[in-house]
């Protein structure tokens, strides 16, 4: 079984803090994804990346910064957190699109189980 | 703007109703995917669609791929409580480094 496991389910920080949230797959995939998660906005892509040390923004990107030093972990970082980034972040991954691994399943993504952020 | 339009937010029924959720764009894509979530959870794959006019069931659940691959459709027969969940849907627009757009969800309560 695919596993995503994410640092933390819940975490309370106070504004101005640096947080970093932490994500690790154990099925050695390519591609990894961070999204956040709001009511009625539904996922929405902040970062991703294709390979160690490669990234790509997604469609909120401001704010945040990522790393991905090796292949199973992925994390994410929030500089200087503010109240408007209290949210439940989910991170995922998916094998590689491209090449020899490319198929249709390639692009069904697992999602660890996420991590409720509060910012006070 | 969302490339992906679910509809609707919010679904309530009881137990035994059928019901459909769409997803709909203006933007054609390679393959579209049907996730549910529950709470607490991350989302889980269901199906993935492929072939324009493409039709799969999973037991009560049928999906369906339009022929112009630009929505899709889940139906819900019989519906149980236990269905009770986020729906999202996501699409690939046949990018090599695997990204997926996802609509906003329908919010799914079935009550015994």
């Known amino acids: 079984d695919v596993k995503v496991t994410q640092s933390s389910r819940y975490l309370v920080k106070r504004t101005g803090e640096k947080v970093f949230l932490e994500c690790v797959q154990d099925m050695d995939h390519e591609n990894m994804f961070w999204y956040r998660q709001d009511p009625g906005l539904g996922l929405r892509l902040i970062y991703f990346s294709y390979d160690v040390k490669m990234k790509e923004k997604g469609d909120i990107p401001e704010g945040y910064s990522v790393s991905r030093e090796k292949k199973e972990r992925f994390s994410l970082i929030l500089e200087s957190a503010s109240t408007n980034q209290t949210s439940m972040y989910l991170c995922?991954?998916?094998?590689?699109?491209?090449?020899?691994?490319?198929?249709?399943?390639?692009?069904?993504?697992?999602f660890g189980p996420g991590t409720r952020l509060t910012v006070t | 703007t969302q490339l992906l339009e679910q509809s609707p937010q919010f679904l309530s029924i009881q137990e035994g109703e059928n019901l459909t959720v769409y997803c709909n764009s203006s933007?054609?894509?390679?393959?579209l995917q049907w996730y549910r979530q529950e709470p607490g959870e991350g989302p889980v794959l269901l199906v993935t669609?492929?072939?324009?006019?493409e039709v799969k069931k999973l037991k009560r659940l049928t999906f369906q791929f339009g022929d112009a691959r630009k929505d899709s459709s889940l139906h819900i027969t019989a519906a149980q409580p236990g269905d009770t969940g986020l729906y999202l849907c996501a699409g690939d627009r046949g990018s090599t480094l695997g990204r997926l757009y996802f609509g906003r969800g329908t919010q799914l309560t079935v009550w015994p």
């Open positions: 995922a991954s998916s094998f590689s699109t491209s090449g020899a691994n490319k198929a249709v399943s390639s692009y069904e993504q697992y």
């Open positions: 933007s054609v894509f390679s393959s």
């Open positions: 669609v492929v072939t324009g006019g």
